[in-house]
């Protein structure tokens, strides 16, 4: 096996990730985490891929180009704020968007990429979020804000990633996929 871990994610626009980033900030003086996410890699995942060999990298790269250039933008709402583990203690705190039709319908078309590729997708719910920290380590209880200001943005982009866990950013991009233009 390649020694590589990717992904496939929507990317976000810069000007999101700003956004992000400028309500992250205030939220990180109330929050103890032991790990934020870097600007940069704020992503919004659609199939965790693993190690890879190079024969199954090129195989993604032909059919996301194949599948996702067809497939039309559309517009993405992140409003929420929410958290994965133990409701005192969370391991992931993470901002998100509505599960809207045409997102769930990107990620079905991801799902039956990965599923001619490797031949098995994971069987968790697709939860759509962007991480925002994660690992909990604060003494006192977690307390979930009670919302953002939610951003808007024309998801155009889906993007194969490498990731590299002891950089900062982690995340480098192998492969950009443009969205039809709605």
């Known amino acids: 096996m390649g020694t590589s871990h990717y992904f496939i994610a929507l990317e976000l626009p810069s000007f999101v990730k700003e956004r992000i980033q400028l309500q992250k900030e205030e939220l990180c003086e109330l929050r103890s ?20 060999e190079v024969i199954d990298l090129q195989s993604y790269q032909q059919r996301l180009a194949d599948v996702v250039t ?25 901002v998100g968007p509505e599960r809207s039709k045409p997102l769930l319908h990107l990620y079905d078309l991801i799902q039956n990429i990965v599923t001619n590729v490797c031949g098995s997708v994971e069987n968790r719910p697709f939860r759509p979020h962007i991480t925002l920290a994660k690992k909990w380590q604060g003494k006192e209880r977690f307390q979930l804000p009670n919302m953002i200001d939610p951003i808007e943005f024309t998801a155009n982009t889906v993007s194969l990633f490498r990731i590299h866990p002891k950089n900062m950013p982690k995340y480098e991009v192998v492969a950009q996929y443009k969205l039809a233009t709605l």
């Not at 985490?33 to 890879?52: C, I, N, R, V």
């Not at 929410?82 to 969370?90: E, L, T, V």
């Open 33 to 52: 985490f032991k790990q934020w996410t870097h600007t940069e890699d704020y992503h919004l995942t659609l199939a965790f891929l693993g190690s890879l």
């Open 70 to 94: 067809t497939s039309p933008s559309f517009t993405v709402r992140i409003d929420q704020v929410n958290y994965f583990g133990h409701r005192d203690a969370p391991r992931i705190f993470w």
